[in-house]
């Protein structure tokens, strides 16, 4: 600031002078003759001086200016002041931009600090808890079946439950169960690896009816091994087929699975596998769920839950007893996909389970 004072100063003292410059020279050079005559009569008085005399009478009319020269030297003064704060405006945007650059500067030297400090903090510091609210779960680990409760709060039922499936059916009660009315046709489909099984969705209109209620078929999917047990037994694989009334209870009918001779329905599933994960295939061509059944109708049914997260309750499980076969190679090629997906059997908590006769 000192600078631009000093600055402001001399700019002044030039304007000044050049502003008493032009009126000096010109009145030097109209009053000519006056002038000499002066000089005339100066060297009169002093022969030894002459020019530097001259040069002093050249000198006085500048110090009594006309008024013409007083308004060129005013208009002079604020030209000059003009271009003073100009110089000053143009002067302080440079500074301000040099201190935006600073501050710009020590913002990300900070930062960088700080990021050394996490980086440090990582390496020396345990890792936070695993947070609440996860939507990851698995069949293995750390988020397998044991800590689904605990993964996400939404997901406690998997934890505390009281009617998990699934279940070892055992000590059945033997009664006449009705038989399960089943209305299934060839229907269009699309097939999704999502992650934790193959899921085929079906179009609308296959249904089957239990206990007075109609229940339409959503999607079936794969575990393997076999989720169920029948009196301590595991089978290869099964087929979950889940449907849902116009009210949304779900009703969940389950197919056994043994090695055997080719399934067709199952064929044209993998036939329509997608390559990647959750793309869906949606197939020119139809699927007979009917196919699926077996031909014994038997079954056991109990009220359960949902096997994956968010093992919600309430879900009435129909297990049909005779078991559908699979040929080794259709077995295999789900293998290489899913070799375990199938939630452990839960307790029964007293539960009842009934079976056809
Ligand atoms: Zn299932």
Not at 101 to 113: F, G, H, P, Q, S
Not at 268 to 290: F, G, H, Q
Request: hydrophobic share 40%.
């Amino acid at each position: 600031m000192r600078n631009l004072v000093a600055f402001f100063a001399c700019t002044l003292a030039i304007s000044t002078a050049s502003a008493n410059d032009p009126p000096a020279s010109a009145k030097a050079a109209s009053s000519a003759p006056s002038a000499s005559k002066a000089a005339a009569a100066k060297t009169a008085a002093s022969k030894a001086e002459p020019v530097k005399l001259a040069a002093l009478d050249n000198a006085k009319p500048a110090a009594a200016p006309s008024a013409k020269a007083a308004a060129a030297q005013a208009l002079s003064e604020a030209d000059a002041e003009a271009e003073l704060s100009a110089k000053i405006a143009a002067r302080l945007a440079v500074m301000r931009a040099n201190q935006a650059a600073r501050v710009a500067a020590a913002a990300r030297a900070k930062k960088a600090t700080v990021t050394r400090r996490e980086a440090v903090a990582a390496i020396t510091q345990p890792p936070p808890a695993r947070p609440f609210h996860s939507d990851t779960w698995s069949y293995e680990g750390e988020t397998g079946p044991a800590n689904w409760g605990k993964i996400n709060a939404a997901w406690s039922k998997c934890g505390t439950g009281t009617r998990q499936s699934p279940i070892d059916l055992r000590d059945g009660m033997k009664v006449d169960l009705e038989q399960i009315g089943f209305d299934y046709k060839p229907s269009g489909f699309n097939v999704v690896d999502n992650g934790h099984t193959v899921q085929v969705t079906v179009g609308g209109g296959n249904f089957l009816t239990v206990q007075n209620r109609s229940y339409e078929l959503i999607q079936f999917h794969f575990h393997r091994p076999s989720e169920e047990r029948v009196n301590g037994k595991g089978f290869e694989m099964v087929v979950h087929l889940l449907h849902k009334d116009p009210e949304g209870r779900l009703a969940m009918l389950a197919v056994l699975l043994e090695r055997g001779k080719g399934n067709n329905t199952i064929q044209t599933v993998w036939n329509n596998l997608p390559l990647e994960k959750l793309d869906v295939v949606s197939p020119n061509v139809v699927l007979d769920v009917a196919e699926l059944l077996p031909q014994r109708r038997d079954y056991y049914t109990f009220m359960g839950s949902m096997t994956t997260p968010p093992c919600n309750e309430g879900v009435l499980w129909l297990v049909m007893k005779q078991p559908m076969q699979a040929s080794p190679a259709q077995m295999a090629l789900f293998s290489r996909m899913y070799p375990l997906n199938a939630r452990p059997v839960q307790a029964s908590s007293g539960r009842m389970i009934k079976e056809s006769n």
